[in-house]
């Protein structure tokens, strides 16, 4: 079943603005928001964006969504749904396509656009007052995909798919993905660039290359942020003692762990868990 939020909920609940600790999310699902007030910005799968009326984000699986700011007014559609669901319409959509879509993951449409997908989700607004999953199942669907062929239009329009682009790019694009596929599922058992680097059977200074190049960021960068946000999420989220989250990200005591944490995140374990009295935000 597709996992829907259609109506005037803000794509970002009760986000305040944190500059020393910004929050990431892993995307379980293909997620489409369409902002149409307020503000944010955010981070891709490590690239920057801006995001204003009119705009769009596009997630797909695995990719990790950092929230840096979001104005009090920001508001949007968003629909969110199961990747399997659209495993046959994704996988005829070429390389370029693809590929470009993940260069784009924000969108800033002209208003004659902007009108063309607010008419999309009105249309699955309305069908969900029907009160018939199925048929709201397949609307979305099907409204989903008017989007991807808009943006496959704006991508042509705006020479936006690069053709040419050369077997070493792609091959680095490559490396980096599995890289962060790997980062999830392993990072309570590493924080070492040469443990990636080895699972993906590269060298350590490549690793590096390959992340400099695709996101500006040392791969020990990414490594260090995701694994303390994922620790600050632990800390906002659960009640685990830190000898427990000591022995569940292996490191060698509970001393070095807070060092690590307050160096990545400019604060102590223990005042994170004490904002988080004070604070009802929790990652979707």
């Known amino acids: 079943m597709a996992n829907i939020n259609i109506d005037e909920t803000a794509f970002f609940s009760h986000m305040q603005y944190n500059e020393s600790a910004r929050n990431v999310v892993k995307s379980e699902y293909n997620i489409l928001m369409y902002c149409y007030s307020g503000s944010a910005v955010v981070e891709i799968n490590y690239k920057k964006y801006n995001i204003t009326p009119r705009t769009t984000i596009n997630l797909t699986y695995q990719d990790i969504l950092m929230r840096i700011y979001v104005s009090t007014d920001f508001r949007g559609y968003f629909i969110a749904f199961s990747p399997k669901l659209l495993v046959a319409e994704f996988n005829k959509l070429d390389f370029n396509f693809i590929s470009a879509l993940k260069r784009n993951a924000v969108i800033n449409w ?80 590493s924080r070492e660039v040469n443990f990636y680097a080895q699972s993906l059977n590269i060298s350590s200074n490549y690793l590096n290359e390959v992340s400099q190049s695709v996101c500006e960021h040392s791969a020990k960068e990414i490594i260090d942020y995701y694994i303390s946000s994922q620790l600050k999420f632990e800390l906002n989220n659960t009640n685990k003692s830190m000898q427990e989250l000591t022995e569940e990200y292996n490191f060698p005591n509970q001393s070095y762990l807070s060092r690590y944490y307050r160096r990545i995140m400019g604060e102590s374990p223990s005042d994170t868990r004490k904002k988080r009295l004070s604070n009802s935000f929790t990652i979707f």
């Open 110 to 189: 002209s208003e004659h656009e902007a009108a063309y997908i607010e008419s999309l989700f009105k249309s699955v607004e309305l069908c969900e007052k029907l009160d018939d999953p199925e048929l709201t199942k397949a609307t979305i669907l099907s409204q989903y995909i008017c989007y991807m062929k808009l943006l496959k239009y704006h991508f042509h329009k705006n020479n936006m798919l690069d053709e040419n682009e050369s077997e070493i790019n792609s091959s680095k694009k490559e490396y980096f993905y599995s890289f962060i596929r790997e980062l999830f599922n392993n990072h309570r058992q």
